[in-house]
């Protein structure tokens, strides 16, 4: 627990003294939505157009900061001390815990822009947290073991693309439906359990996948 603190407060510390990756999704995110915002202006969307626009605008958002961890540190040339001085789960957490972090805070800027520009999200209080808890989990965890597996390649950001694809595409779906639920003012159970289960089963196998290919 000890090393997974210092590699979430060295990369906090980065973060806060650089601010590349959280201005940049932070950018990226207010562009998607307000463009979505003009794009649906005077239309009446529906609850599933609604949902459908939110998770993309949210995922679109995320993109550039959520897997920069480990691209920080080869570019920085830390990498190798970094696999020195802490086990791979204490480092694979460590980072997770640093792009929840980002997570928590975008969302806290996107979200409530979502609501003002392109259209208000009313409807089940508790689905909605419970969804946004579970989707940003696995969401993070997807990411980060992907940057790991990206970070050491010159095409990262094709290959980040076409290795998280496949793993999100369900996720959103899921997510998509779960929140139309809520949006009609009903508790999505059954999209809660989909995301729970798939939620435990990528962050489970990310973190066993990361610790046999964090030496090599």
């Known amino acids: 627990m000890r090393e997974v603190g210092a590699v979430w407060r060295k990369d906090l510390l980065q973060e806060w003294r650089l601010r590349q990756g959280l201005v940049a999704s932070a950018l ?17 969307l529906s609850e599933g157009l609604t949902a459908g626009l939110f998770w993309v605008a949210i995922l679109f958002g ?36 640093f792009h929840f972090t980002l997570y928590l805070l975008l969302t ?37 073991l992907c940057g790991a597996l990206v970070a050491r390649t010159t095409t990262r950001g094709a290959l980040l693309a076409v290795l ?5 595409l369900p996720l959103l779906l899921i997510l998509i439906g779960g929140t139309k639920t809520a949006l009609n003012g009903l508790f999505p159970a059954d999209s809660l359990q989909g995301v729970f289960g ?5 962050s489970a196998g990310a973190s066993w996948v990361f610790e046999r290919v964090w030496a090599d």
């Not at 562009?31 to 649906?40: C, D, I, N, P, R």
């Not at 540190?73 to 997770?96: N, Q």
């Open 62 to 97: 995320m993109f550039p900061a959520l897997a920069r961890g480990f691209i920080v540190e080869e570019e920085a040339g830390t990498a190798d001390l970094l696999r020195v001085g802490a086990r791979p789960s204490a480092v694979f957490w460590g980072k997770w815990l």
């Open 198 to 202: 798939y939620t435990l089963t990528l």
């Open 164 to 168: 998280t694809f496949p793993l999100l």
């Open 28 to 44: 990226m995110g207010v562009v998607t939505v307000v463009a979505v915002g003009f794009a649906s202006l005077g239309a009446s």
């Open 108 to 144: 806290l800027i996107l979200v409530p822009l979502y609501g003002l520009v392109v259209a208000p999200l009313k409807g089940h209080l508790g689905g909605w947290l419970l969804l946004w808890l579970f989707g940003g989990f696995c969401l993070v965890s997807v990411l980060t």
